[in-house]
């Protein structure tokens, strides 16, 4: 197997920066080419700093500059179209320039969990129950490395034990369908010898319901149309074989794969049962150094995994430490080179989320007929922005989770800012409702608007506010980041999935159940209220609505770049993002939807990535994935 092979058989220890949130010791450690087997094993602090150089080759889920499905959604559109993450929303990937080679990566943080597990015996003075610890997590990140290649990539090589380097063989790629059955036993395996929970210097390790998580995450991809014979791929797929005619992807659907994913998350439900729950906070007296947003739902809405110390929804968290360029620094209100206020919302998005009724802007009867861009004056006595301004009929008699995540004209932004200089900026007193709350202005030069140049600002006229903790300061001093783990997998997440597998599976009580828990904690009526005497609910009609769920509550939390691909639906990927006219200075002209300047690309090949073509070139066995050898 030829990317085994080029592994080097160095053993991976050393030290990294001390994270600055909520332990998660094990991502201090990072890969030390300078290291031997013997340093590695030997003793038990030498092994578990290897045990935790296993973790270090996940990726970041929260890394702006180089993740691959954080901002490469069709929900943003940003100022920083140089950087790695752009290549994924332009398009400009191929075998030979993959932009990010995953493949490599982490199939060397396989063979480094199989050297663990190879070893760790071997230690002095380890107990049995140290061995078989260490051995449940090498076994965990072993299923969880091949489970990012086969998201990535689709059909990939199976590693299912140490494979010698001098070993000719080269190994072809198992079917999709084989691979989702081998790794759901081994996440099942793990799951059985890890512990439910972890708290203090190891929150963030490897847990039995993090494994089953995982778990049920995977087959419902699995049971989606890209991966279930849906109409688009049975014929991109049909000829996708292996060199001995092994069909790599089904293009047949198999509505028994709804039955086991619905299966998967009853076993998650069932075990979290008492230790995780939706976030509800407790009002502003929950956080004493962010008393804003003060309305109760805001805040749960808001403060749903960036309150670290309180929050009981999130499952899995990483905590790699965030710097000024990351997701919070471009997110917050704009101050020269402190905070940069560029991480813009699109205009699919904004029109994506629901009214106040809980239904789509344009099936909702109340407002039938409402040019949602016409400029209009807010209410006297609006509690979401300054009252008696111009704005858009869009931001008025909206969702909560639009007030608690969207920064638009003429609203507020809930974050800590102090500007005691004479320079004018979004933190100038003029702005300021209070020391935790400023309002934005978008049109050309207001607070927020683009500058004469025409090189800083929002591209679409409005700014995101999820991820963001409104108790980050920003000063002429620079920017205090306020810390927190990245939420990975949450119990949000957990009740939309298990929601979508229901409602595929024909069990739409069910699956209502589990969407009204998400609308509820939003505060907008059931799925039952809001649609009565409007539609009936049937599966297709359940099906669209657990759909947007997800595009509405997963917001900018790794999940758009996916699940337009699972669901077959990805080309909107490749067309030009829409904002207002952010050029103009005149509200009514600002108001205009038009096309945002940036290069967006989407092909039938880019619903999979390419192997790096070195793998292709090197080993007769391995096929590229469909479309990209044209």
Known sequence: MYIMKKIVNKLLIGLLLAVSCHSCNY??????????????????????????????????????????????????????????????????????????????????????????????????????????????????????????????????????????????????????????????????????????????????????????????????????????????????????????????????????????????????????????ELYKGEGAGLLANAPEPTDVTLRNLRFTFVDKNNTKEVIWAHCAAENQWAIQAKSVPRWGKISYGGLAITLRQIERFYTQNGLPIDEDPEFAGTDWYKVISSPADWQYGRPNQKTLQMNLKREPRFYAWVAFHEGYYEVKGTNKTTEKNSFSTEYKVNDYKQYVQFCKEQNMGVTTEGNDGTKTGYLNKKATHPATSVSDKGITIEQYPWSMIRLGEVYLGYAEACIEAGDLDEGKKYLNYIRERADIPTVEDSWKGIASLDQAKLREIVHRERLIELYLENHNFWDLRRWGIAETLGEQPEGLSVMEKDIEKFAKPTTVDVKRRFTPAHYLLPIPIEEINMNPNMVQNPGYND
């Open 27 to 276: 991502l201090d450690i990072v890969p030390d080419e300078n290291a031997t087997e013997a340093d590695a094993f030997k003793n038990i602090s030498a092994a578990e700093k290897y045990l935790y150089s296993c973790y270090a080759y996940m990726k970041n889920p929260s890394d702006t500059s180089g993740a691959i499905d954080l901002l490469t959604g069709d929900d943003v559109v940003t100022a920083w179209e140089h950087e790695d993450f752009a290549k994924f929303a332009k398009g400009d990937y191929t075998p030979s320039a993959p932009g990010i080679n995953y493949w490599n990566d982490l199939y060397k943080g396989i063979r480094q969990c199989y050297l663990l597990k190879q070893n760790i015996e071997s230690v002095p003075g380890i107990t049995q129950e140290q061995i078989d610890e260490y051995n449940a997590e090498a076994d965990f990140l072993i299923a969880y490395h091949h489970y990012y290649l086969l998201r990535v990539y689709g059909p990939i090589i199976l590693v299912k034990e140490l494979v010698n380097l001098n070993d000719e063989k080269l190994l072809g790629r198992s079917p999709y369908d084989e691979c989702v059955e081998w790794l759901a036993e081994e996440f099942k395996s793990a799951a059985g010898r890890l512990p439910n929970v972890r708290e203090g210097d190891d929150y963030g390790r490897a847990t039995s319901i993090i494994a089953m998580a995982l778990r049920a995450r995977m087959l419902l991809y699995a049971a989606s149309p890209q991966f279930n014979g849906g109409e688009k791929f049975r014929t991109m797929y049909s000829q996708f074989r292996n060199p001995d005619g092994t069909q790599l992807i089904s293009t047949a659907y198999d509505q028994t794969k709804w039955d086991k994913a619905v299966a998967a998350y009853q076993e998650v439900l069932k075990m979290t049962e008492g230790i995780y």
